[in-house]
């Protein structure tokens, strides 16, 4: 019969368990401490003395711009990078560190 395979598809399959994801050997300890609403003047973000990124550009360990936060959630205009619409892209630290084997957590209150 034209196009029938005579070898059964399992018997030409190879077992290929997926494979769990773990830190490199010697990977460090990482732990994130994210302070919130501390005076607005106390951020360097905000012209405050204390050298910090905003608190999206932390969580998305990327551009504050590029999570649409490019301002306060009461101050987002509705334009790309300041509407305050986190996008499905702008992934966040805990995703990332747990893709590479980390275990993470988050607690709040």
């Not at 951020?43 to 910090?52: D, E, L, S």
């Not at 959630?73 to 990332?96: D, H, K, M, R």
Request: charged share 15%; proline share 10%.
């Amino acid at each position: 019969m034209c196009g029938v395979e005579k070898t059964p598809r399992l018997e030409r399959s190879t077992r290929d368990y997926p494979q769990t994801v773990t830190p490199p050997a010697g990977a460090p300890n990482v732990e994130v401490i994210l302070l919130d609403d501390l005076g607005f003047g106390q951020p360097g973000t905000y012209g405050g003395p204390i050298p910090t990124p905003t608190r999206a550009a932390l969580l998305a360990v990327r551009n504050h711009y590029q999570s649409g936060f490019g301002t306060i959630s009461e101050l987002s205009t509705g334009y790309p990078g300041y509407n305050s619409v986190w996008p499905c892209s702008s992934g966040t630290i805990a995703q990332f560190m747990k893709d590479h084997g980390y275990s993470t957590a988050a607690f709040g209150q």
